[in-house]
């Protein structure tokens, strides 16, 4: 723009210059006298400015026939498109011309400009590969998928851009929600060019979507042969589609091949504790519990966690709570002081109905670090050992308000989880759910349920009354209600 004003106002000065000069000539009334080979001439004012003009003419016309008889002694020297490039130059200079100023115009956002400048260059230049491509974009930046569409369409009909007119659909397709057709091109895209790290991603993710899992782990194998993902991290997102791979095999009820699944991706990454109790429970339904409690022994080594205490007391379904505790200690004394041990061996110790070692097994918890499932727990504790009813409120109430604890959470988006996912149902992130602690929010609730332990107003614990114990069914009612707050 500032270098079309400079030219603008250079013409304007030139101008003005020739005809400050025309006038002071005009005012001498003098003449120009030329001789020359015995000849002369004398020329008034108006007729030498428009003998110098003819002149410049005159030179113009002679460089031009010059170039022209070089085109054409090429031409007859063999040179075959001599000719046609010597009348071509001047408009390939205004099509290239046209093609930078609408790159500097898509480059600064204005995409409507970018477009007839585009459209310019398209008619001097007979080069579609770039012209095309740059329609395209600029439709874009303008707001005109139609055109941009027709534009990638095009680009279709050549090698050379084949991949770029697919990419560009692919990416209208996503933008547009149209997933299926988008899923398509990509796979399209990802067949010429397997090494485009964008076109693996976008093909993961939609496979992903789509619930493709053995095509997934085909993309997540090409991008680790590319060096876009380290081993560790492709063994790991490998164990985890091999794990989504054998549940869709579950569904389609085919527990053989659900189960080799399920165990290969245990294998991958043993530290995956969906993969682990699902490989567990695979064995427990072939029979072999001995390679399930390995399985989930191994896991437990690397993280205590619900999910596999509760694989693990699924390979004996039928032992008395006095029997469980003793298998489940084999297992606890892996992390002794983990907060999952503590709250296991408490509901262990709850359905065997021995309440004090229950207490002792859950320890400060309910008020070190009080969760759901531990104020759950000690609310049964002093329901077994006969405490007032004020007493088993009062735990529960701060139950109603206190954080449920480590959860299945988002490291992305922060989303929380019921159930472990590949992906996360917020975000779409894949393999961003780990369990943990969410953050909790401050504040005071809107139906002000902080307030209810102050209203039962509940006594300081005291040791446990001589009463008769109470009724079985209690008991085991609140030991469900302290597994369930987990």
């Known amino acids: ?6 030219k603008v106002l250079l013409f304007v000065a030139l101008i003005a210059a020739i005809t400050f000069g025309a006038g002071v000539l005009l005012d001498t009334g003098g003449g120009i006298r030329i001789a020359a080979a ?12 428009i003998a110098a003009l003819l002149l410049v003419l005159a030179v113009w016309l002679l460089m031009r026939v010059v170039g022209f008889t070089v085109a054409v002694l090429r031409f007859l020297n063999g040179d075959e498109t001599a000719i046609s490039r010597y009348f071509d130059r001047n408009r390939e200079r205004k099509g290239y011309q046209a093609l930078s100023e609408s790159l500097v115009a898509l480059a600064a956002g204005e995409g409507r400009l970018a477009m007839l400048r585009a459209q310019r260059a398209e008619k001097f230049l ?27 369409k095009a680009l279709l009909a050549d090698e050379t851009t084949r991949f770029v007119g697919i990419r560009g659909l692919m990416k209208q397709k996503l933008a547009e929600g149209d997933t299926e057709t988008a899923l398509k091109l990509a796979e399209k895209a990802f067949a010429l060019k397997p090494k485009h790290a964008e076109t693996q991603d976008i093909l993961l993710k939609l496979q992903s979507d789509q619930s493709d899992w053995a095509g997934a782990r085909a993309t997540l194998g090409a991008k680790l042969k590319t060096g876009a993902l380290p081993r560790d991290v492709y063994r790991r997102r490998d164990a985890i589609l091999a794990l989504q791979e054998a549940k869709g095999v579950f569904d389609e009820n085919a527990p053989i091949e659900a189960r080799e699944a399920a165990i290969e991706a245990n294998r991958q990454s043993p530290d995956l504790i969906p993969a682990a109790a699902m490989a567990a429970r695979s ?3 072939k029979g072999d519990r001995r390679s399930a409690t390995r399985v ?3 896991a437990w080594e690397g993280q205590a966690h619900p999910d596999l205490a509760a694989a693990f007391a699924e390979i004996e379904p039928e032992e008395s709570p006095q029997a469980r505790l003793k298998r489940f200690k084999v297992l606890v004394a892996a992390h002794p002081e983990a907060e999952e041990t503590h709250l296991l061996l408490a509901e262990l110790n709850l359905a065997a109905e021995d309440f004090p070692e229950a207490r002792r097994a859950l320890g400060d918890l309910a008020t070190r670090h ?5 104020l759950a727990i000690m609310a049964a504790i002093e329901r077994g050992e006969g405490a007032e009813e004020a007493v088993v409120r009062a735990w529960l109430a701060k139950a109603l308000t206190a954080p449920r604890g480590p959860q299945w959470c988002c490291d992305k988006c922060q989303a929380i989880h019921a159930e472990w996912h590949p992906i996360c149902d917020n975000c779409g992130g894949f393999d961003t759910l780990s369990w943990r602690e969410p953050v909790e929010s401050t504040g005071k609730s809107a139906t002000g349920a902080e307030l209810l332990p102050l209203l039962v107003n509940p006594p300081a614990p005291s040791a446990p009354p001589e009463e008769p114990a109470p009724k079985e069914d209690e008991i085991i009612d609140l030991a469900a209600v302290a597994r369930s707050a987990g």
């Open 1 to 6: 723009m500032i270098w079309s004003m400079i």
């Open 38 to 49: 015995g000849w002369e001439f004398t020329l008034g004012p108006l007729q030498a400015v």
């Open 126 to 152: 007979d080069k579609p590969e770039l012209t095309t491509l740059i329609v395209a974009q600029a439709a874009e930046a303008s707001g005109d998928g139609k055109r941009a569409t027709e534009a990638y």
């Open 283 to 285: 064995l427990i339904a």
């Open 296 to 298: 989930i022994r191994k």
């Open 370 to 374: 009080p969760t759901q499932r531990a």
